[in-house]
């Protein structure tokens, strides 16, 4: 993926814990939890977590970038109040454009990153970001990748491919869907599988949801299973839909 020479900021391990079933008893959850807690952290003692954030910036989701503008800050509060976190922005839009910014500490960073750039019409280049973050991850941990879109136009299979190569790095992916398109629904849901992630889907235009997935992704790749538990032991929704699934 080209890096973004106008911009100079861009970004999780899966455990071995399950989540508890939807009619698990609440002494199995509290179980569930504080086996969770017990995990090891996905980044050493005093080291940020590295996320990356890509987003599909064609035409259909000028809305939705918007809200994601607004909604940033919040990834950094949460991920603040458990160790801290580097964040890369990631995009693709137009003819074969697909960037990626550089690393970023500071919520008013990823802002201005953001602000910059407007959707354009084009085609999905998720195959490209899923390739991106293999490389990312190669040459330092990358923690996770969090991934909102609303379509996919290109092959499930070379998709599997990437998306299993990402699993053996153990980058878990966080794809979260706007709309409910068929297609994109079964390919994000096969990354989320094969990476050991998460898929979810939030409505259009429905701020509150994206930012609590946002929240959600954002303490795991700060804190790992431990601070998503947490999360969702103070009823989070979006750590609560994440936790369910990650194996």
Known sequence: MAQDG??????????????PAPGSSRVEID??????????????PGKRGRLVFALDATMSRQPTWDTACRLQADM?????SVGGLEIQLA????????RASGWVGQAERLAQLMSGIDCRGGRT????????????????????????????????DDLCAAAGELGLLSVPAFMFQEGSDGAA???????????RGAY?????????QLGELLRAAAAY????????????????????RLLQQMR
């Open 6 to 19: 106008r911009k100079d900021s861009t970004p999780a391990p899966a455990s071995g814990a399950r989540a």
């Open 31 to 44: 179980a569930f939890l504080a086996q969770a807690r017990s995990l090891a952290r996905p980044t050493a």
């Open 76 to 80: 950094f509060r949460e991920a603040g």
């Open 91 to 98: 995009y693709y839009r137009g003819f074969l454009e697909c």
């Open 125 to 156: 280049q998720i195959g490209k970001v899923l390739a991106h973050v293999r490389r990312e991850t190669q040459i330092a941990k990358v923690q996770a990748l969090v991934f909102v879109g609303d379509a996919m136009e290109e092959s499930l």
């Open 185 to 195: 629904e079964r390919a994000f849901r096969e990354i989320a599988r094969l990476t």
């Open 200 to 208: 979810c889907r939030f409505d259009p235009g429905a701020a509150h």
């Open 221 to 240: 790749a700060a804190g790992g299973m431990p601070a998503l538990a947490d999360l969702s032991a103070r009823r989070e929704a979006g750590a609560i």
